[in-house]
């Protein structure tokens, strides 16, 4: 790209949408609708080029008529691209067709941002996982973008997911994380018949529990193996006991009474049930403070934070991080739930805590049984709960920050905790943005004044003077030599 070109990725973003809009279903006599797919390249002497799902050939994939039928004799390296679906990965196509992930790596694309993922949870993110594992530059469209493109894919998304649990669906073994592996020493005997009973019935699956069409459901879903033994992911959704195996998959919860003495719970099991056990347990200490419906999600509007966040934890965690189980405190002030695993490549913290991240998940096969038990959404709702509570709920913004090896949630349980905090007299002498700013400082804990500036946007300068007031009022100190100079919260 030319280097007095400024690059604007929403601009292409919306160019791929607009080019997946021309996508031409192939027709077909079982009524398997195609997806809607766009495609933009961004050369690096700033031409572009596009393309859509059927442009040039019935079934042809938008990335492959760009990549092979458009520039199979241009040079490539160092190009950008915009693609509307993740792009298929390898295994996808019959053999000897490449798959469009491996077209782009061997096209040497340097960077690709993606729609939205695969909506088949047995293939989701592997297409992305291969290209940045070929060291590929991975980042997402724009949320409100995604929610278009799912909106004009509804047909597609909703066979896609229709299909991950039926009968006679051909699977590849593409491997995300090693509890996806089968289970040697475990059998379908090892499932609880409840949680395995609910989960039927939620899903529409009409099968008897030991049925040969049942094992074969659960195969496709990734639950059993080929040879019908429990995979890891199995295990831990419906085993009856899954810590045996993975001791890692508990929930350590403390709740720090208004006396100051801690009451201890470990909850463990299956993880399908582990939700509506800790809402209770928390409902219990706390009394009815959010809007909870014993974990399952209702056809209404609703705002539950914490129930968005543990269940978010238990689905989105590393569960390849043997050593670390799942952190939730509880004091008169906050809740904290540390999660195991560092947000999902390319996710930031800075997407998080500005609840603009993308929807990816790190565990879509665990995302897809949820969804369909109705505890979660299947394309995250979470970020604009989150950005709704300051108005709905009167509540300070949460905050997120990674401190290895956990994601680390905080969500406050009052709106005036800094007032409690710091007093009323010192309160009272912040105006709203000192407020805003000094509250970050909470959450975060050492800032530098640059830092600073840029979480509020303001000036160095105003920076500065805010920094220095709460030194003056005993609110923070500082640490490290005038270039590196760190301002901590007393708090």
């Given amino acids: 790209m030319a280097s007095n070109d400024i690059f604007d990725p929403r601009t292409y973003m919306q160019l791929a949408i607009e080019e997946m809009k021309k996508s031409l279903n192939e027709p077909r006599a079982d009524g398997k609708r195609s997806p809607k797919v766009g495609a933009v390249l961004i050369k690096p002497d700033g031409s572009q ?6 442009e040039l050939r019935y079934g042809d994939h938008a990335e492959f008529s760009l990549l092979e039928r458009k520039n199979r004799k241009t040079k490539l390296d160092g190009s950008i691209l915009f693609t509307t ?54 980042k997402m469209f724009d949320p409100d973008l995604q929610q278009e493109i799912r909106e004009y894919n509804a047909d597609f998304i909703k066979q896609a997911e229709q299909r991950a649990k039926e009968v006679g669906s051909e699977k590849k073994p593409l491997i995300l994380s090693k509890v996806e592996e089968k289970i040697t020493a475990a059998s379908l005997d090892d499932f609880s018949g409840s949680a395995l009973t609910k989960f039927m019935s939620r899903a529409n699956i009409s099968y008897t529990i030991g049925s040969p069409e049942l094992k074969q459901v659960l ?48 909850f463990e ?20 403070f959010y809007t909870i419906e014993k974990g399952e999600r209702k056809d209404k509007s609703e705002i539950d934070p914490f129930r968005e966040a543990i269940i978010n934890a ?9 050593e670390a189980p799942i952190h939730l405190i509880i004091d008169k002030d906050k809740i904290v739930i540390k999660s195991p695993g560092a ?17 990816l998940s790190r565990n879509p096969k665990i995302m897809y049984i949820f969804n369909q038990l109705k505890l979660v959404e299947q394309r995250g709702k979470g970020m604009r709960i989150l950005k709704m509570l300051p108005n709905e709920l009167k509540l300070p913004v949460p905050h997120f920050a990674y401190n290895e090896p956990y994601l680390e949630f905080t969500l406050f349980r009052t709106g005036n905790i800094l007032e409690s905090l710091i007093g009323v007299e010192k309160y009272n002498e912040l105006n709203d943005e000192e407020k805003k700013g000094l509250l970050h400082l909470y959450n975060v804990k050492s800032i530098s ?4 500036a840029k979480y509020l946007g303001i000036t160095d300068k105003t920076a500065q003077r805010q920094l ?13 030599a005038t270039n590196n100079l760190r301002y901590l919260s007393n708090l």
Avoid at 107 to 119: H, Q
Wanted: charged share 25%; net charge neutral.
């Fill in 49 to 54: 080029e596009s393309s859509h799902r059927g």
């Fill in 85 to 138: 679906l993740e792009p298929c990965a390898p295994g996808a196509r019959n053999h000897p067709k490449l798959s469009c992930a491996e077209r782009i790596v061997n096209a040497r694309i340097k960077e690709v941002w993606v729609g939205i993922e695969d909506p088949d949870p047995f293939v989701d993110r592997k297409g992305i996982k291969f290209i940045q594992d070929h060291g590929i530059v991975v």
């Fill in 219 to 266: 195969m496709q879903l990734g639950i059993l193996a080929e040879d019908g033994q429990p995979t890891g992911i199995g295990l831990l959704l419906f085993g009856k006991k899954p810590q045996l195996k993975f001791p890692q998959a508990v929930v350590k919860a403390e709740y720090i009474r208004p006396d100051g003495k801690s009451e201890l719970k470990d």
């Fill in 269 to 288: 099991g299956p993880l399908v049930q582990m939700p509506l056990e800790i809402i209770e347990w928390v409902e219990s200490r706390l009394g009815s």
């Fill in 314 to 322: 238990i689905v989105h965690r590393d569960y390849d991080i043997e």
């Fill in 343 to 359: 947000p999902v490549k390319p996710i930031t913290i800075d997407q998080l805590n500005n609840f603009i991240a993308p929807s």
């Fill in 449 to 452: 004044k640059s830092e600073y």
């Fill in 468 to 480: 220095s007031k709460f030194k003056k009022l005993g609110l923070v100190s500082t640490k490290g």
